[in-house]
């Protein structure tokens, strides 16, 4: 049974950093694109960043480009993001998700994609 388990939130002032991961056991981890999520209260889940399972391309939703980053280590089957120049509009659950084969690019940001969620790391930004 797969297991994807986020870890790294936690309460920072707007303006700092967090590190997320997540790690993902009885997957083949090399072989899906790779996708961070965000939920807010009362809000929809959001596209954060992606990463194919090809090539290292990266999508990146507007309202975090620039100060994202989202990276992958296959060989310990562990997927990151790094968050700078928080702003408190980026408090929310932060998940992290398996992308089905077959999507590319933008695609890669709906959650509709993702076959597999981990439960989840808060991140909450005071202004």
């Known amino acids: 049974q797969v297991q994807i388990v986020e870890s790294g939130g936690g309460l920072v002032q707007a303006g700092g950093s967090l590190n997320l991961s997540c790690t993902a056991s009885?997957?083949?981890?090399?072989?899906?694109?790779m996708v961070w999520f965000r939920q807010a209260p009362g809000k929809d889940r959001e596209g954060v960043a992606s990463?194919?399972?090809?090539?290292?391309?990266?999508i990146y939703a507007d309202s975090v480009k620039g100060r994202f980053t989202i990276s992958r280590d296959n060989a310990k089957n562990t997927l990151s993001l790094q968050m700078n120049s928080l702003k408190p509009e980026d408090t929310a659950m932060y998940y992290c998700?398996?992308?089905?084969?077959?999507?590319?690019?933008?695609?890669?940001?709906?959650?509709?994609?993702?076959?597999?969620w981990g439960q989840g790391t808060q991140v909450t930004i005071s202004s």
């Open positions: 998700g398996a992308i089905r084969p077959g999507i590319a690019g933008r695609e890669t940001l709906a959650p509709a994609n993702v076959f597999n």
């Open positions: 009885e997957l083949r981890f090399d072989r899906h694109s």
């Open positions: 990463f194919s399972r090809y090539g290292a391309i990266t």
